[in-house]
């Protein structure tokens, strides 16, 4: 069984760097975009996360220790 290397050993530089990654575009350009989407989907989703858990350590601080100053109790 040939490798690539070797079935590639004799093919032109533009075929190499230009012809194949064009291909390997065309065929798995769907799937390709389909996983950076879902990628950059699941960050913003963490980043929306861990803004929303900050917040609300923040507005919890901030009422324990406006809560806690007072002498209502």
Known sequence: ???????????????????IPVIALVVFGGLIGTVIS???GLLFKVLVFAVLVG???????????????????
Not at 55 to 73: A, N, P
Request: avoid cysteine.
């Open 38 to 40: 879902v990628v950059i």
């Open 55 to 73: 917040g609300l350590i923040y507005v919890v601080r901030k009422f324990m220790s406006s809560s806690s100053s007072r002498s209502d109790w």
């Open 1 to 19: 069984m040939a490798s690539v290397r070797h079935m590639l050993a004799g093919m032109p530089w533009w075929v190499k760097w230009i012809a």
